[in-house]
């Protein structure tokens, strides 16, 4: 039996404290951060020591981690990759910027006459999912605002750069490695389809180790990549089969009014269950409410009740229990 067919029917035992992407895995080394940067903004940098890595570790907000972030010629560069269309990357980028001034500012005192200097933000978004979308769109935070103005007080913008097979070619030849690494999810989505999840991750680390596509990167990280790939995948595929629960339904209508008038307002039982199902999968990974609302893409409200209710079934969190709970609430 060689390494790969030992690997694959061996199960995966890499430890982890929470789970990176395999986007910030291959970027969080400076050459290849570097080497991101100067495609992205037109430039040359030659020297990986220049360039600071600031990402978040130990985020103080929602345990919202960022991809990945960076300083260079005072410039600060928060870029995310998303393999789903999220229209609240405004959003989250502001609370990221703000926790790096907090950090970067912290010795210093901001009563003092003298003004505090800060580097400019830049924030990019790298897109690879299924949905059709421009080769560059940009994402405002005054979109969200509810009494639209023309000069918001308060404002910040997100580049989104569509990163499929096809799109963005001139960035693509200027930075190989994201090249390779769009190649390597385009054959993940491509093989899930005939496939199950597992099988087709491994297929495409394997073809890709072969064809010389991120072949330095899978050889150090071969169990690890395979392992964040399913676990990527399979959230994202949970959030999207809900999504489309939610279309079909008209659920997200009834939700705007809370959770109290869910039923009400045309949240069927069905989907009530398939709620709290979700909800109580991800508490059993150790996600709070806030990462949980922000991973289905609901508001808190409606989230608090379900996970209150599960408390007292941690850490298995059975689902039929917690869902029985629910149902009983006033006004459910």
């Known amino acids: ?64 981690k960022n991809d990945l972030a960076c300083i260079i010629d005072c410039r600060m560069n928060l870029y995310e990759h998303q393999s789903s269309v999220n229209a609240n990357m405004p959003l989250r980028n502001l609370f990221y910027v703000a926790m790096e001034y907090h950090e970067l500012v912290n010795q210093k005192s901001l009563y003092s006459s ?34 639209p103005v023309d ?20 960035l693509m030849d200027k930075c190989p490695i994201l090249a390779q690494y769009a190649d390597y999810v385009g054959r993940v989505q491509q093989y899930v389809e005939d496939m199950s999840l597992e099988e087709a991750v491994k297929r495409a680390v394997n073809e890709c180790m072969k064809e010389g596509i991120l072949a ?16 990527e995948y399979d959230e994202e595929k949970e959030l999207r089969l809900f999504g489309e629960a939610e279309r079909e339904t008209g659920r997200e209508e009834g939700l705007e009014q809370g959770l109290e008038q869910g039923l009400e307002q045309g949240l069927e039982q069905g989907q009530l269950k398939k709620l709290v199902d979700m ?4 508490l059993r990974k150790g996600k709070l409410a806030e990462v949980i609302a922000e991973d289905l893409e609901e508001d808190l409200e409606n989230i608090l009740p379900i996970c209150e209710s599960a408390s007292e079934y941690a850490p298995d969190y059975d ?14």
């Open 279 to 282: 909800v109580c999968r991800k």
């Open 151 to 170: 000069d918001p007080a308060l404002e910040l913008k997100v580049v989104q750069l569509n990163i499929r097979a096809g799109h963005n070619r001139e």
């Open 114 to 147: 003298r003004l505090v200097k800060l580097p400019t933000p830049y924030f990019v978004v790298f897109y690879n999912g299924k949905t059709n979308q421009p080769e560059r769109r940009e994402m405002k935070l005054s979109d969200a605002f509810l009494t």
């Open 1 to 64: 039996m060689n390494k790969d067919e030992k690997l694959a029917k061996e199960p995966l035992a890499v430890q982890r404290k929470y789970k990176d992407t395999l986007f910030r895995m291959i970027f969080q080394e400076p050459e290849k951060l570097l080497e991101l940067y100067n495609a992205v903004n037109g430039t040359d940098y030659k020297n990986p020591e220049e360039l600071q890595i600031v990402t978040l570790e130990n985020a103080i907000y929602m345990n919202m």
């Open 216 to 231: 330095d990167f899978l050889q150090k990280h071969k169990a690890e990549a395979i392992e964040v790939s399913i676990f």
């Open 319 to 332: 689902s039929n229990k917690v869902y029985e709970k629910v149902k009983a609430l006033p006004g459910i």
